[in-house]
Nanobody, 122 residues
Framework: QVQLAESGGGLVQPGGSLGLSCTAS????????LGWYRQAPGKERELVAI???????SYGDSVKGRFTITRDNAKNTVYLQMNSLRPEDTAVYYC????????????????WGQGTQVTVSS
């Protein structure tokens, strides 16, 4: 099985910065995409950012220019640097691993982390 371990959430003031990281562990051969999604109370889960194995990225419209996603393929780790944070960025942030191929076969799987709370408030 595969586990996603997230870290870095917390409380930050508006305009501040925060970094998240997520490491995938387990019987992993490769991971196509690593990313972050978020869900605020009463809202649907939405894309924050994803990064594919070759380094191409996609961002949600509301975070473009403020958030940066990076990845260390050797460590199966994804990072999210969040700058110029706003109260509307408050949400539970979930790590996602998609297109995961295990050492035991060729099928692809998707996994989710348990989520980490990010609160932007003065």
């Amino acid at each position: 099985q595969v586990q996603l371990a997230e870290s870095g959430g917390g409380l930050v003031q508006p305009g501040g910065s925060l970094g998240l990281s997520c490491t995938a562990s387990g019987n992993i051969f490769s991971i196509y995409a690593l990313g972050w999604y978020r869900q605020a109370p009463g809202k649907e889960r939405e894309l924050v950012a994803i990064i594919r194995k070759m380094g191409t990225t996609s961002y949600g419209d509301s975070v473009k220019g403020r958030f940066t996603i990076t990845r260390d393929n050797a460590k199966n780790t994804v990072y999210l640097q969040m700058n110029s944070l706003r109260p509307e960025d408050t949400a539970v942030y979930y790590c996602n691993a998609d297109g995961v191929i295990l050492n035991t076969g060729h099928d692809e799987y998707e996994y989710w982390g348990q989520g980490t709370q990010v609160t932007v408030s003065s």
